[in-house]
């Protein structure tokens, strides 16, 4: 699976966008991306995930650039629960010779302030 | 409808000692995951189960982790002999088959503390 580069941290105030980048150089042509969240104390909760094209969920928008050596998580809306870990994983979905188990990095400590 | 669930919440345990984690999957789950968290390492992935086969137990870290899953449903992870760096967050998650829904569902996991 592709190694992902995040920022250790980042602060956003309650209602505006929060964007997260997060690069993937080495992602391969079937890996998708995937993000996570970690709520302290809590499992990690999936967002949403794309493969080349942009996708919008109701919890967030995934940017993916055209050589999908990168991309963006945006919350168009941040609120104070959305303050989390957030976590971008690229793997290949579990099929026949894959497990898909995540492989997590540190992630992105966003911190939502009022 | 009812989420991924594990027990105990916490556990105390002494050094030397065995203990058991229960993981109840979403119903009609095929794919279970077994993670661990500890401060010093991340999230990390331990054993993968798809049905009651354990294709992938690359994550276990030595000999004295072992996972079974029984009726395709309940996982139970058991530590034999625990060490104080056993302890940790233990995550257990689920997903459909046969094939990849994209999404892992996680339980709240059981927080393990080897005195």
């Known amino acids: 699976d592709a190694k992902t580069t995040q920022p250790t941290s980042m602060d956003c105030a309650e209602g505006r966008a929060a964007n997260l980048p997060c690069n993937h150089s080495?992602?391969?042509?079937?890996?998708?991306v995937y993000w996570y969240r970690q709520i302290h104390s809590q499992g990690p909760q999936y967002i949403i995930h794309g493969l080349k094209n942009n996708e919008t969920n109701e919890m967030a928008s995934l940017i993916i650039t055209e050589d999908r050596k990168s991309s963006t998580l945006i919350l168009p809306h941040a609120t104070l629960r959305d303050t989390a870990v957030y976590y971008c994983i690229v793997r290949v979905p579990r099929g026949s010779s894959n497990t898909g188990k995540l492989i997590f990095g540190q992630g992105t400590t966003l911190q939502v302030k009022p | 409808g009812a989420g991924v669930s594990q027990s105990p919440s916490n556990k105390v345990t002494e050094k030397g000692k065995d203990v058991e984690l229960r993981c109840d999957p979403i119903s009609g789950h095929t794919a279970l995951y077994w993670y661990r968290q500890s401060l010093g390492q991340g999230l990390e992935f331990l054993i993968y189960?798809?049905?009651?086969?354990?294709?992938?137990k690359s994550g276990l870290p030595s000999d004295r982790f072992s996972a079974e899953r029984t009726g395709g449903s309940v996982s139970t992870l058991t530590i034999q002999r625990t060490q104080q760096e056993d302890s940790a967050v233990y995550l257990c998650?689920?997903?459909?088959?046969?094939?990849?829904?994209?999404?892992?569902?996680f339980g709240p996991g059981t927080r393990l503390t080897v005195t």
């Open positions: 080495t992602i391969s042509g079937n890996e998708y």
């Open positions: 998650a689920s997903s459909s088959g046969p094939l990849d829904s994209y999404e892992q569902y």
């Open positions: 189960f798809q049905g009651n086969s354990a294709p992938d």
